[in-house]
């Protein structure tokens, strides 16, 4: 248990370091390029996700031809119980 408590004791000893300078610079340039290419149109280029569109008449059809399919599953074992 002793190796626990030291360790934990070092782990709480550990920081993080701090980012360099040039880290900093860079990441700054990027955020102003991204500034500069929105206010000249590159938004644009932005593809965004079509949204989930119903169509109905698919829906109709497709619950139309599983209705037939049933009805007709139906007629079909129907027969099949009559004949034994």
């Known amino acids: 248990m002793n190796d626990f408590s030291e360790l934990e004791n070092e782990l709480k000893k550990l920081r993080p370091t701090q980012p360099s300078a040039e880290l900093l610079a860079r990441i700054d340039a990027v955020f102003a390029k991204a500034d500069s290419n ?3 149109g590159d938004i644009a280029k932005i593809i965004h996700p079509t949204r ?15 209705a037939i399919f049933l009805i007709f599953a139906r007629l079909v074992l129907g027969r099949q119980s009559t004949w034994a």
């Open 52 to 66: 989930f569109k119903v169509s109905w008449l698919s829906l109709g059809l497709g619950l139309a031809a599983a």
């Open 38 to 40: 929105q206010k000249t």
